[in-house]
Protein backbone atom coordinates (compact mmCIF):
# COMPACT_ATOMS: atom_id res chain seq x y z
CA UNK A 1 0.00 0.00 0.00
CA UNK A 2 2.78 2.55 0.62
CA UNK A 3 4.32 1.71 -2.46
CA UNK A 4 1.06 2.61 -4.47
CA UNK A 5 0.52 5.34 -2.19
CA UNK A 6 3.94 6.90 -2.97
CA UNK A 7 3.38 6.24 -6.81
CA UNK A 8 0.02 7.45 -6.84
CA UNK A 9 -2.25 6.55 -10.30
CA UNK A 10 -0.25 4.21 -12.70
CA UNK A 11 -1.13 2.65 -15.85
CA UNK A 12 0.51 -0.88 -16.73
CA UNK A 13 0.90 -0.74 -20.23
CA UNK A 14 2.68 -3.95 -20.56
CA UNK A 15 4.21 -6.97 -18.49
CA UNK A 16 7.77 -8.55 -19.46
CA UNK A 17 9.51 -10.89 -17.55
CA UNK A 18 12.81 -12.53 -17.72
CA UNK A 19 15.42 -14.83 -15.04
CA UNK A 20 14.60 -18.28 -13.42
CA UNK A 21 11.22 -17.26 -12.01
CA UNK A 22 9.85 -15.89 -15.68
CA UNK A 23 7.41 -18.46 -16.14
CA UNK A 24 5.44 -18.59 -13.13
CA UNK A 25 5.42 -14.35 -13.49
CA UNK A 26 4.52 -14.77 -16.79
CA UNK A 27 1.36 -17.26 -16.17
CA UNK A 28 0.54 -15.57 -12.90
CA UNK A 29 0.16 -11.73 -14.59
CA UNK A 30 -0.56 -12.66 -18.05
CA UNK A 31 3.36 -10.75 -18.85
CA UNK A 32 3.34 -9.59 -22.50
CA UNK A 33 6.99 -11.06 -23.59
CA UNK A 34 8.98 -13.65 -21.88
CA UNK A 35 12.36 -13.82 -22.44
CA UNK A 36 15.52 -16.08 -21.25
CA UNK A 37 18.13 -14.53 -19.25
CA UNK A 38 20.68 -14.69 -22.47
CA UNK A 39 18.70 -13.26 -24.45
CA UNK A 40 17.49 -10.15 -22.48
CA UNK A 41 21.79 -9.71 -21.88
CA UNK A 42 22.50 -10.16 -25.32
CA UNK A 43 20.14 -7.57 -26.55
CA UNK A 44 20.73 -4.91 -23.49
CA UNK A 45 24.85 -5.41 -24.61
CA UNK A 46 24.25 -4.84 -27.49
CA UNK A 47 21.92 -1.74 -27.14
CA UNK A 48 24.82 -0.70 -25.00
CA UNK A 49 27.50 -1.44 -27.34
CA UNK A 50 26.43 -2.28 -30.95
CA UNK A 51 29.95 -3.34 -31.86
CA UNK A 52 30.18 -5.93 -28.79
CA UNK A 53 31.56 -9.15 -29.93
CA UNK A 54 31.22 -11.13 -26.55
CA UNK A 55 29.22 -10.50 -22.61
CA UNK A 56 31.47 -11.72 -19.76
CA UNK A 57 28.80 -12.11 -16.73
CA UNK A 58 29.60 -13.41 -13.27
CA UNK A 59 26.45 -13.62 -11.72
CA UNK A 60 25.15 -14.24 -8.47
CA UNK A 61 24.66 -17.70 -8.27
CA UNK A 62 25.86 -18.88 -12.07
CA UNK A 63 28.11 -17.31 -14.31
CA UNK A 64 27.67 -17.02 -18.52
CA UNK A 65 29.46 -16.45 -21.46
CA UNK A 66 27.49 -14.91 -24.19
CA UNK A 67 29.24 -14.87 -27.98
CA UNK A 68 27.28 -11.71 -30.14
CA UNK A 69 27.07 -12.04 -33.84
CA UNK A 70 25.37 -9.49 -35.71
CA UNK A 71 23.40 -7.89 -33.03
CA UNK A 72 22.49 -11.15 -31.67
CA UNK A 73 23.16 -14.27 -29.19
CA UNK A 74 25.46 -16.71 -31.51
CA UNK A 75 26.59 -18.91 -28.26
CA UNK A 76 26.93 -19.07 -24.94
CA UNK A 77 27.60 -21.34 -21.71
CA UNK A 78 26.85 -21.13 -18.28
CA UNK A 79 28.45 -22.48 -15.43
CA UNK A 80 26.40 -25.64 -14.85
CA UNK A 81 29.27 -27.23 -12.20
CA UNK A 82 29.54 -25.21 -8.91
CA UNK A 83 29.18 -21.58 -7.16
CA UNK A 84 32.77 -21.27 -6.80
CA UNK A 85 33.08 -18.68 -10.05
CA UNK A 86 30.07 -16.65 -8.79
CA UNK A 87 29.59 -13.60 -7.04
CA UNK A 88 28.01 -15.00 -4.26
CA UNK A 89 31.07 -16.88 -3.46
CA UNK A 90 33.03 -13.64 -3.99
CA UNK A 91 31.05 -11.98 -1.33
CA UNK A 92 30.86 -15.07 1.13
CA UNK A 93 34.85 -14.86 1.13
CA UNK A 94 35.46 -11.46 0.95
CA UNK A 95 33.15 -11.42 4.65
CA UNK A 96 35.58 -14.06 5.64
CA UNK A 97 38.61 -12.00 5.24
CA UNK A 98 36.82 -9.18 6.87
CA UNK A 99 36.39 -6.78 3.83
CA UNK A 100 33.52 -5.45 1.53
CA UNK A 101 33.20 -7.25 -2.17
CA UNK A 102 33.96 -5.14 -4.37
CA UNK A 103 36.56 -2.57 -4.08
CA UNK A 104 38.09 -3.55 -1.24
CA UNK A 105 38.39 -6.75 -1.72
CA UNK A 106 40.04 -5.64 -5.16
CA UNK A 107 42.14 -3.58 -3.07
CA UNK A 108 43.47 -6.74 -0.90
CA UNK A 109 44.01 -8.22 -3.53
CA UNK A 110 45.96 -6.20 -5.81
CA UNK A 111 48.02 -5.28 -2.08
CA UNK A 112 49.21 -9.40 -2.59
CA UNK A 113 53.01 -10.34 -2.85
CA UNK A 114 52.22 -13.65 -3.18
CA UNK A 115 48.84 -14.94 -4.02
CA UNK A 116 47.82 -18.62 -3.48
CA UNK A 117 46.60 -21.53 -4.94
CA UNK A 118 42.75 -21.57 -4.10
CA UNK A 119 40.56 -24.42 -5.81
CA UNK A 120 38.63 -23.54 -8.10
CA UNK A 121 36.84 -27.03 -9.38
CA UNK A 122 34.33 -26.64 -6.59
CA UNK A 123 32.88 -24.25 -4.08
CA UNK A 124 33.27 -26.62 -0.69
CA UNK A 125 37.13 -26.92 -1.66
CA UNK A 126 37.67 -23.71 -2.33
CA UNK A 127 36.06 -22.25 0.74
CA UNK A 128 37.93 -25.13 2.82
CA UNK A 129 40.92 -23.85 1.36
CA UNK A 130 40.56 -20.01 1.88
CA UNK A 131 39.64 -21.31 6.10
CA UNK A 132 42.88 -23.10 5.92
CA UNK A 133 44.99 -20.77 4.40
CA UNK A 134 43.36 -18.18 7.35
CA UNK A 135 44.06 -20.68 9.43
CA UNK A 136 47.56 -21.02 8.69
CA UNK A 137 48.22 -17.42 8.54
CA UNK A 138 48.55 -16.53 5.32
CA UNK A 139 48.32 -13.06 4.75
CA UNK A 140 44.61 -11.69 3.44
CA UNK A 141 45.65 -9.91 0.76
CA UNK A 142 47.49 -13.30 -0.43
CA UNK A 143 44.24 -15.31 0.29
CA UNK A 144 42.21 -12.38 -1.74
CA UNK A 145 43.91 -12.53 -4.52
CA UNK A 146 43.83 -16.15 -5.05
CA UNK A 147 40.42 -16.04 -4.59
CA UNK A 148 40.05 -13.81 -7.57
CA UNK A 149 42.42 -15.85 -9.45
CA UNK A 150 40.35 -18.70 -9.05
CA UNK A 151 37.36 -17.08 -10.12
CA UNK A 152 38.55 -15.77 -13.14
CA UNK A 153 40.60 -19.27 -14.19
CA UNK A 154 36.86 -21.15 -13.40
CA UNK A 155 35.03 -18.70 -15.80
CA UNK A 156 37.88 -18.51 -18.70
CA UNK A 157 38.20 -22.42 -17.97
CA UNK A 158 35.01 -23.59 -17.74
CA UNK A 159 32.33 -21.21 -19.14
CA UNK A 160 34.71 -19.38 -21.91
CA UNK A 161 36.43 -22.59 -22.33
CA UNK A 162 38.13 -22.54 -26.52
CA UNK A 163 35.50 -20.14 -27.82
CA UNK A 164 36.87 -16.90 -29.62
CA UNK A 165 35.58 -13.87 -27.13
CA UNK A 166 36.36 -11.34 -30.03
CA UNK A 167 37.71 -7.96 -29.61
CA UNK A 168 35.21 -6.09 -27.42
CA UNK A 169 33.92 -7.67 -24.58
CA UNK A 170 31.51 -6.36 -21.54
CA UNK A 171 31.51 -7.41 -18.31
CA UNK A 172 28.32 -7.50 -16.71
CA UNK A 173 26.97 -9.38 -12.93
Known sequence: ?????????????????TGS????????????????????????????????????EIGGQDSKFIRLSN???????????????TGAFLVETARRLGVRPGAELSAAAFRSQRPVVVSRRCCVFAESDVVSRLNS??????VAAGVVYAVA???????????????????LG
Open 1 to 17: KAARAALGEIQVRGVAV
Open 21 to 56: GRDLVAARFGADLNVDEITAQGIGAVRLAPDADAVF
Open 71 to 85: GRAEDFEMNRICAAG
Open 137 to 142: GTPRED
Open 153 to 171: KNYLTLVVGERDVGRKVLF
